[in-house]
């Protein structure tokens, strides 16, 4: 194991892992790192698993700042010679229409030589957004499956609207639960498509993600994914419809993450008490939308900031790192399998 993922247990950090997770929903970052001293972000070790994750990306207004962020991602990997075993998209893969279907131009600009295999050579796991969920010209949710099924050679990867894998795939570390977060109800689009699942698909996911639940883990860590979250200080607002489905999952079942974009920012909430933490990351490249709730209130981050989200993992902690498109590191924190949480002070970059 790296010693960078290992817990430090000094008294400073036993101190704060004591007092700190249920601390963390009453007092703003500022206050935490003032209380609590904060230890140094490592650097990203190569050693370890990398996942990279952005959503709300696939942009058609604003297709300078996609690049931007993906020129971010690439420097990143370059810089710290990271080998990302994957990449997250996490939903509003697509804004406007893909004419032509899996043919679509946007399927090459946009996504294969937008996040190279010279870079992500991995798989691109994808999660369905408000955004996708769209007829324009075609139903964008056929589009985007049947590419991941016909595509030859692509990293694209979306099984089912639902579905599971384990990361690594040899000795796996992580267990994600992907999920299609558009429940009927779930206005998505700010400006109201109203497009969502029907209510048969509903049940059959709600089923189906109770009886993974159930499962014996096999791993130390467990995430569950998708594009709209439960909990958020940016324009969307706390889903009442998700949080009356699925928090109580989380805590029954001690969800380590549960990580979406949708609001077009990068944050971290956690909630005291609550074993789950809320790791948004929406800066892929869609415009930046304003806070309902100051970050300073509710936190402990939020950036309102393009950007993308570094996972690095292994069996005895996990580092969660939001970037902005320079690659400055923003914020991070450290999980441990028993449930503690470290806020780490970002390095310098
Ligand atoms: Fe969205």
Redesign the pocket.
């Known amino acids: 194991m790296s010693d960078l993922l290992r817990p430090q247990l000094n008294r400073r950090s036993f101190l704060r892992q004591t007092i700190g997770f249920s601390a963390l929903a009453a007092f703003s970052p500022a206050t935490l790192f003032a209380q609590q001293g904060g230890n140094d972000s490592p650097a990203p070790d190569p050693a370890n698993q990398h996942l990279l994750m952005i959503g709300?990306w696939g942009t058609n207004k604003y297709l300078g700042q996609q690049i931007a962020v993906a020129s971010g991602m690439k420097n990143f990997v370059d810089n710290r010679k990271i080998k990302p075993g994957a990449l997250f998209m996490l939903?509003?893969n697509f804004y406007g229409s893909l004419i032509g279907g899996v043919d679509s131009p946007r399927w090459q600009t946009q996504f294969e030589q937008m996040y190279p295999t010279s870079h992500f050579p991995g798989k691109a796991y994808a999660v369905l957004?408000?955004?996708d969920y769209e007829f324009k010209i075609a139903f964008k949710v056929d589009t985007e499956l049947a590419y991941a099924a016909h595509a030859q050679g692509t990293r694209w990867t979306m099984p089912a609207p639902w579905y599971t894998f384990k990361f690594p795939e040899n000795d796996p570390i992580i267990t994600f639960i992907c999920l299609d977060t558009n429940l009927p109800g779930t206005k998505?689009?700010f400006f109201g498509t109203g497009i969502t699942m029907t209510k048969a698909h509903r049940d059959e996911q709600d089923a189906w993600l109770r009886a993974e639940l159930a499962k014996p883990r096999t791993t130390p860590f467990l995430a569950m994914v998708g594009?709209?979250p439960l909990y958020t200080n940016g324009i969307h607002k706390d889903n009442p419809i998700l949080i009356k489905d699925w928090d109580p999952l989380l805590r029954q079942y001690k969800v380590d993450f549960y990580i979406t974009?949708?609001d077009h920012d990068l944050q971290h909430l956690e909630f005291g008490g609550h074993p789950t933490s809320f790791v948004i990351s929406g800066g892929g490249g869609a415009e930046l939308v304003d806070w309902t709730t100051p970050p300073e209130k509710r936190g402990p981050f939020g950036g309102k900031v393009l950007g993308f989200t570094n996972m690095e993992l292994n069996k005895n902690a996990v580092i969660m790192r939001h970037y902005n498109q320079a690659g400055q590191e923003l914020h991070s924190f450290r999980k441990t399998p028993d449930g503690k949480v470290e806020l780490l002070r970002p390095a310098v970059s």
């Open positions: 709300d939903g509003d957004g408000n955004h998505g689009d594009h709209h974009g949708h």
